[in-house]
């Protein structure tokens, strides 16, 4: 029986302080002040975000690669269990319903079955505003069914939002009392 070998790869942090905010022990002086000053050459963060740097090219191609090799090892379980992979591959259809079914669960439209609704409206608000980002950004590129599912699928959540938002905003009914003689 032939032996199956195991690629494997080692996951390094490069980040010079710890959560603290001290200085790694593993890392050097002389690494840190050129991380530093690579640092320095970045862009300013926006909204005080701070952008690590790029990986090398060399380390973008090794982690396409690895992950390209364990989607591939994937597929090959996924076929051996009797499914397609195809029907896993990623479409622009699947990413728009994933943020469709997102907003849905966050207006507590949607729940796991036997699971209580939760409602999240900065949440729900959110996904619908990323799928009008995509609807935007997009424009002029997609094809009509691509158009129209997105079209639609932000006219829904916009309408259930607003739904779920003026709900929320009544005041609760009072009970009715039956006055029994």
């Known amino acids: 029986m032939a032996e199956k070998k195991q690629d494997s790869f080692t996951v390094t942090d490069r ?9 790694r022990q593993e890392t050097t002086e002389e690494q840190a002040s050129t991380k530093t000053r690579a640092a320095i050459a970045q862009p300013a963060p926006v909204d005080d975000v701070v952008v690590p740097p790029l990986p090398s090219a060399a380390e973008q191609k090794a982690q396409a690669d690895a992950y390209r090799k364990s989607s591939k090892d994937m597929d090959a379980r996924v076929e051996l269990s ?16 994933s943020l469709y079914m997102t907003a849905m669960v966050q207006l507590g439209l949607m729940h796991e079955e036997g699971g209580q609704p939760r409602v999240d409206l900065i949440g ?46 009544r005041p609760p009914k009072a009970p009715v009392h039956s006055t029994g003689t």
């Open 15 to 23: 980040r010079l302080f710890t959560s603290e905010g001290e200085l």
């Open 82 to 97: 009797g499914h397609s992979a195809k029907d896993l591959e990623m479409t622009f259809e699947r990413f728009l319903a």
């Open 124 to 169: 729900a608000r959110q996904t619908i505003d990323t799928l009008s980002l995509m609807a935007e950004k997009t424009k002029g590129n997609l094809t009509s069914a691509e158009e129209n599912f997105l079209q639609n699928s932000l006219y829904e959540v916009r309408m259930a939002y607003v739904e779920v938002t003026n709900a929320l905003a």
